[in-house]
């Protein structure tokens, strides 16, 4: 059995991306088999893109989708034919009309979540909230720093931090997407201008890996975290105009400071934490409210330009493909 599959052939280019019918694995008894209706597009498909997550070709590309399950492995799956599900696999491999996938990486989604919704959030979503609530312990009042908060995972963490009082949104974006922003109650911070900054922050969440996130640390206030999720300044040709630097984290600073400096990495906690994962994955379809998310799709067939979207930093929210 065929589907129809995005596949990546060459590293570095978007020419290297085509649509190709591609035979299925074999549909092992731990397995389900999903008919696909929406892909999410992710920061992570651009790491694969860039060769910054594995070396292998041709792979396919594609960490989330949501669909219909249409076939399973054995009895002993906890799914039926006919439930809606979210799949995620960090490793790759989803974005294809139809998957075969262990039951372990499939989510059942609630009735009164869409599958469009579905596949918009789990990456996002799941992200946002570990930063904000189980690494970033974010309380009423304070005050939460996000780089490149027009994103998918920006704009998540704008929506989740609703559910504490207070709390004031600092955020750098392209600068095209300020009102935008603004709109939303962020105040908005030119790249630029990160260094001239005078404000301290609770809770910083960072993803560039630039000599930003070097500044960023030193504006801490006391009990202030950093949360590490991303590395963008990766990115070969990164207009980001910054050089790609870690932080010398310094344990006696952090002592000196009162601060902490976390890393997150959601796949490997689905892989390895699962029961925590379903967790926050729970409590954020209590909290979502579908219609505030910012969605915007393309057809399965314009696969590259949307992965181009993302790479020409004029996304807003979440790019997702249908199909
Ligand atoms: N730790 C985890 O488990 C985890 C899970 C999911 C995502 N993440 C990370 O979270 C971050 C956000 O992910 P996302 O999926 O929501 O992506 P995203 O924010 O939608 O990413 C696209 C945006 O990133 C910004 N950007 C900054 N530097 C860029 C560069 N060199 N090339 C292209 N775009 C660049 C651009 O916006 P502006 O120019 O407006 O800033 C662009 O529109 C990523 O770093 C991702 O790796 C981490």
Redesign the pocket.
């Known amino acids: 059995m065929k589907s129809s599959t995005v596949v990546l052939h060459e590293f570095h280019t978007f020419d290297g991306i085509g649509i190709e019918d591609r035979d299925l694995q074999d549909l092992e008894e731990d397995m389900v088999e999903v008919k696909v209706h929406y892909c999410g597009i992710?920061?992570?498909d651009?790491?694969t893109i860039h060769k910054l997550a594995s070396d292998q070709l041709p792979a396919v590309l594609g960490i989330e989708c949501s669909g219909v399950i249409t076939n399973v492995g054995s009895s002993s799956v906890p799914f039926k034919v006919g439930d809606r599900v979210i799949c995620y696999d960090f490793k790759g491999g989803l974005h294809r009309s139809i998957v075969r996938i262990k039951h372990e990486k499939c989510y059942a989604v609630p009735e009164n979540i869409d599958l469009k919704t579905a596949a918009s959030i789990f990456?996002?979503y799941l992200?946002a909230w570990c930063a904000l609530f189980s690494l970033g312990n974010i309380k009423d009042g304070e005050s939460v720093f996000v780089s490149?908060c027009?994103?998918?995972?920006?704009l998540a963490i704008i929506e989740l931090v609703k559910s504490k009082k207070d709390v004031t949104i600092y955020g750098?974006?392209?600068s095209a997407?300020r009102n935008f922003l603004e709109s939303k109650g962020v105040h908005f911070v030119e790249y630029s201008e990160v260094a001239a900054l005078e404000e301290n922050f609770d809770l910083i969440i960072e993803?560039?890996n630039t000599e930003t996130r070097k500044v960023l640390t030193t504006k801490l206030n006391p009990f202030g975290r950093v949360v590490i999720?991303?590395?963008?300044?990766m990115?070969p040709g990164?207009?980001?105009a910054e050089t790609s630097a870690d932080p010398n984290i310094n344990p006696v600073d952090l002592i000196y400071g009162n601060t902490a400096i976390a890393g997150?990495?959601?796949?490997l906690l689905a892989d390895n934490y699962p029961q925590l994962t379903r967790i926050a994955l729970n409590s954020i379809f209590t909290q979502l409210t579908p219609e505030n998310l910012e969605i915007k799709i393309y057809p399965f067939n314009d696969a590259k330009r949307a992965y181009k979207e993302?790479?020409n930093?004029?996304?807003i929210g979440k790019i997702i493909l249908q199909i």
């Not at 027009?150 to 920006?154: K, T």
């Not at 999720?229 to 300044?233: L, Q």
């Open positions: 992710n920061f992570a651009f790491y990456v996002n992200t490149s027009g994103g998918g995972v920006g750098t974006a392209s997407k993803s560039m999720i991303g590395a963008k300044g990115i990164s207009n980001a997150l990495h959601i796949g993302l790479a930093r004029t996304n």
